[in-house]
T-cell receptor, first 110, second 114 residues
Framework: GQNIDQPTEMTATEGAIVQINCTYQ??????LFWYQQHAGEAPTFLSY????GLEEKGRFSSFLSRSKGYSYLLLKELQMKDSASYLC???????????FGKGTRLSVIA | GAVVSQHPSRVICKSGTSVKIECRSL??????MFWYRQFPKKSLMLMAT?????????EQGVEKDKFLINHASLTLSTLTVTSAHPEDSSFYIC??????????FGPGTRLTVL
C-alpha cells in the first residue's frame, strides 16, 4: 500500500525555524519531493532527495532517511510569505505518478 | 527550472458545454504528463497519467469519456471536460516530467460551470 503522513497544520513565528515532518510507506521508492502550494495556486517544486542526508538550498533544507521512511523540510528565518501548504510526495519508479501526502498548512504569524 | 504552462488560466462556461484545457512544457520534452483536480482546501487528486502517443491511464472513479485526454506531442497535452456540470467546477492542474522523476506543475486552470 501507499501511505504518506504529515501534520495537517502548523503555526510558527516570523523569523523562527520550523520543521515539517513526513513519514512514508510505499511499495517502491526512488526519491522524495517537497512542494510548496500557496492558496489558489499550483504547487511549486522545492526539493528532491534521493540519498540519505540533508540537502540545503537557501532558507530551505530537506532531509531524508530511507531506512526510517522519514523526511523533513526545514524552513529557517521564516517570512510571512512562507505561509502555504507544504506537500511531501514520493516517487516510485520511472514516470509513475507521485504519491502525495495531504499537505501541511503552515501559518507564519508576526 | 522547467516551465509548464496552462491555458486558459480561468474559464467560466454554461452547464452542458465542453471545455478544453491545454498543458504545455515550454523548455523540455515531457514524456509523461499528469492531470490533477483540486477542490478548495482539499488535497490534489490525480485524475490520469498520459504518455506521449498512447492512451491515458485513468485513476479509479474518473470517467474517461467525460475527461478526454490527448497527449499528441512531447510538449502538449489537452484535457477536455465534456458536457460540464456545476459539480465539475474545480481547479485543474497539469504536471509534466521528462528525463528525471521531477514533476513540474502548470499554474492551473480554474473552471466554473454555471
Amino acid at each position: 500500500g501507499q501511505n504518506i503522513d504529515q501534520p495537517t497544520e502548523m503555526t510558527a513565528t516570523e523569523g523562527a525555524i520550523v520543521q515539517i515532518n513526513c513519514t512514508y510507506q510505499t511499495s517502491g521508492f526512488n526519491g522524495l519531493f517537497w512542494y510548496q502550494q500557496h492558496a489558489g495556486e499550483a504547487p511549486t517544486f522545492l526539493s528532491y532527495n534521493v540519498l540519505d542526508g540533508l540537502e540545503e538550498k537557501g532558507r530551505f533544507s530537506s532531509f531524508l532517511s530511507r531506512s526510517k521512511g522519514y523526511s523533513y523540510l526545514l524552513l529557517k528565518e521564516l517570512q510571512m510569505k512562507d505561509s502555504a501548504s507544504y506537500l511531501c510526495a514520493v516517487s516510485g519508479s520511472g514516470n509513475t505518478p507521485l504519491v502525495f501526502g495531504k499537505g501541511t498548512r503552515l501559518s507564519v504569524i508576526a | 527550472g522547467a516551465v509548464v504552462s496552462q491555458h486558459p488560466s480561468r474559464v467560466i462556461c454554461k452547464s452542458g458545454t465542453s471545455v478544453k484545457i491545454e498543458c504545455r512544457s515550454l523548455d523540455f520534452q515531457a514524456t509523461t504528463m499528469f492531470w490533477y483536480r483540486q477542490f478548495p482546501k482539499k488535497s490534489l487528486m490525480l485524475m490520469a497519467t498520459s504518455n506521449e502517443g498512447s492512451k491515458a491511464t485513468y485513476e479509479q472513479g474518473v470517467e474517461k469519456d467525460k475527461f478526454l485526454i490527448n497527449h499528441a506531442s512531447l510538449t502538449l497535452s489537452t484535457l477536455t471536460v465534456t458536457s460540464a456540470h456545476p459539480e465539475d467546477s474545480s481547479f485543474y492542474i497539469c504536471s509534466a516530467s521528462g528525463e528525471t522523476d521531477t514533476q513540474y506543475f502548470g499554474p492551473g486552470t480554474r473552471l466554473t460551470v454555471l
